[in-house]
């Protein structure tokens, strides 16, 4: 009786590319990395793949670990068992307070298990995308009629920090005279108009809009101006509260004087 060997001279590669992107949300899309061998694993037994995480290195994604997503460190083993081709690795993506553009996750490959595996594609890189923030209207400080008049201070509000290291600009226009406001551009305010640009800048949440209040020769009740905002200048930007009704108060007094006509 005799036992011949039958050697094998396959080899075979192991690449690793993106299964799934991620996405910042309420319950965030996680990123899944798949390491694919070039032939299904019968060894036998299970291949492994070392996976680290790469995003530091030059040149660099854009992401923040620990921020962005949870983090994966330098050594984390991929398994193929046998009788498959593929094994996957699964980085959990964090919703943070922050609006971002899309961010880059790097991730890569090394040291196979089997002596007949080698690296091919050994680098990838995950996008994750931004949830996106609302952008709302309101009054900062009221108006006042006076010799010095205090003027209204409109505020928008984004619901996130604005970290997408530029401005976030949104349009504000006056509504008085379409949404029921008492006060008279030209006579109780100076006019704004239809479209000026409320600024909110990088690694700020907020931004101002300043209407000049007139101090006019009426006696007047309590009067209201009003505004809006449109069009945010950002992909992941919508309009929450997009209307502020402001007030103007008067601090003239007149006096009642008899005479004969």
Do not use: C, W
């Amino acid at each position: 009786l005799a036992t011949a060997n039958l050697t094998s001279d396959d080899v075979a590669t192991a690449d690793l590319s993106v299964l799934t992107n991620g996405a910042e949300a309420a319950t965030p899309t996680n990123i899944v990395y798949r390491v694919t061998l070039s032939k299904t694993n019968n060894t036998g037994a299970n291949i492994t793949v070392n996976l680290a995480d790469s995003t530091a290195t030059a040149p660099a994604g854009t992401a923040t670990s620990a921020s962005d997503y949870t983090a994966f460190g330098g050594a984390n083993t991929v398994t193929i068992v046998n009788g498959a081709a593929t094994g996957d690795f699964t980085v959990t993506v964090i919703d943070d307070a922050l609006l971002e553009n899309t961010e880059t996750v790097k991730a890569k490959i090394n040291t196979p298990s089997h002596a007949q595996v080698t690296v091919g594609t050994g680098l990838a890189t995950a996008n994750i995308t931004e949830s996106g923030a609302t952008a709302s209207l309101s009054v900062f400080q009221q108006g006042s009629e006076a010799v010095a008049p205090v003027h209204i201070i409109y505020r928008v509000t984004l619901s996130k920090t604005n970290a997408t290291g530029g401005n976030v600009t949104v349009n504000l226009a006056d509504s008085t005279a379409v949404s029921s406001g008492t006060a008279t551009a030209g006579s109780d305010y100076t006019a704004f108009g239809g479209a000026n640009t409320v600024t909110i800048a990088n690694s700020a949440s907020t931004g101002d809009f300043t209407v000049t209040v007139l101090d006019d020769a009426l006696l007047e009740n309590t009067e209201t101006v009003m505004a809006k905002i449109n069009t945010p200048i950002h992909a992941s930007v919508t309009l929450g509260t997009a209307l502020a009704s402001a007030n103007l108060t008067s601090d003239d007094v007149a006096t009642a004087d008899l005479s004969v006509l």
